[in-house]
């Protein structure tokens, strides 16, 4: 009993000193990281086929592939330098611009799938339902293709000259059409978010003499945000993911890149191969990113 004792009085202390408490130690999937980025920097740089060196030896194949254009990794490091100036620059800037605006847009949603208000309740309902019922991919064909035809017919329609001769910018349409389908998807987000925080929190909140809004922003929101973080991690990644879909409306974001160059050098397997890890590399990071706010975050029930 003294030796447990003993024991626990040295954890406390030890706890107590600075970097030694579980929540300051390096999260492990750290390591999954530097792995991925060690095998993409062997790839560009150390191995330039592999996957002809790999095949070389196997029965009939050692002859063929070698000299197959889908192993050929010719001026494969010079493509990747240009390559993060342009595909990975353009799914960043589309990623983070879409998700702060889906950020917004699920708060608005979110608190108007709560309102009393039965016309903003039923807008907001109905968006989210339409919304979801429509693939991604579908909701951004529309608009790109088909929005800028009904802006034009209605800036006719009024004799307003810019609206009739509206020309769609690919990028914006891009965010638009992200924004618009993940908007719903975070709006019941925060709607669970916020549901979940008890009802005398409002409640102590209104008797100190806050509005609604008020009551909302300070202390309900706060309250919710820490309990959606990990939707919200998750909801990033898939984004994240997703933003490869926007290569169908003329945005040169990495997918298009590598469609691009895949098509001009007729090797899909090394393409393809990169393109998978850098995105493998962006999400565990942004997943771990997460962890980490969620870990200084934390509180106890």
Not at 91 to 105: E, H, N
Not at 213 to 237: C, D, H, K, S, W
Request: net charge positive; hydrophobic share 50%; charged share 15%.
């Amino acid at each position: 009993m003294e030796a447990q004792s003993k024991s626990k009085t040295d954890q406390k202390q030890l706890t107590g000193v600075p970097g030694t408490e579980p929540g300051a130690r390096l999260d492990a999937w750290w390591w999954l990281v530097a792995l991925v980025v060690g095998l993409t920097v062997l790839l560009v740089t150390a191995w330039p086929d592999p996957f002809g060196r790999i095949f070389k030896f196997v029965g009939d194949f050692k002859v063929f592939i070698p000299k197959h254009p889908f192993f050929n990794w010719t001026n494969f490091s010079s493509w990747i330098n240009g390559f993060f100036e342009s595909g990975i620059f353009v799914t960043v800037f589309i990623t983070l611009g879409s998700f702060v605006l889906v950020i917004f847009a699920g708060i608005i949603g979110g608190m108007g799938r709560l309102s009393n208000n039965k016309a903003i309740y039923g807008v907001s309902t109905l968006y989210v339902e339409i919304v979801r019922g429509i693939p991604l991919l579908v909701q951004l064909m529309w608009w790109y293709f088909a929005f800028p035809v009904i802006f034009q017919s209605f800036g006719r329609w009024i004799h307003w000259s810019y609206a009739a001769n509206y020309l769609a910018n690919a990028y914006l349409m891009a965010i638009i059409g992200l924004v618009f389908c993940y908007g719903a998807y975070m709006s019941e987000i925060y709607r669970a978010g916020i549901q979940s925080i008890p009802k005398g929190q409002m409640e102590a909140a209104r008797s100190q003499g806050m509005t609604y809004f008020q009551a909302m922003r300070y202390v309900i929101l706060p309250q919710a945000i820490r309990v959606i973080l990990p939707p919200v991690g998750n909801e990033f990644t898939a984004l994240l993911k997703d933003s490869s879909l926007v290569s169908v409306v003329a945005v040169a974001d990495m997918t298009r890149r590598g469609r691009e160059f895949s098509s001009a050098q007729f090797n899909p397997i090394s393409t393809w191969t990169m393109i998978a890890l850098l995105y493998l590399i962006m999400t565990l990071f942004s997943a771990r990113i997460v962890s980490f706010i969620e870990k200084k975050t934390k509180f106890e029930r």
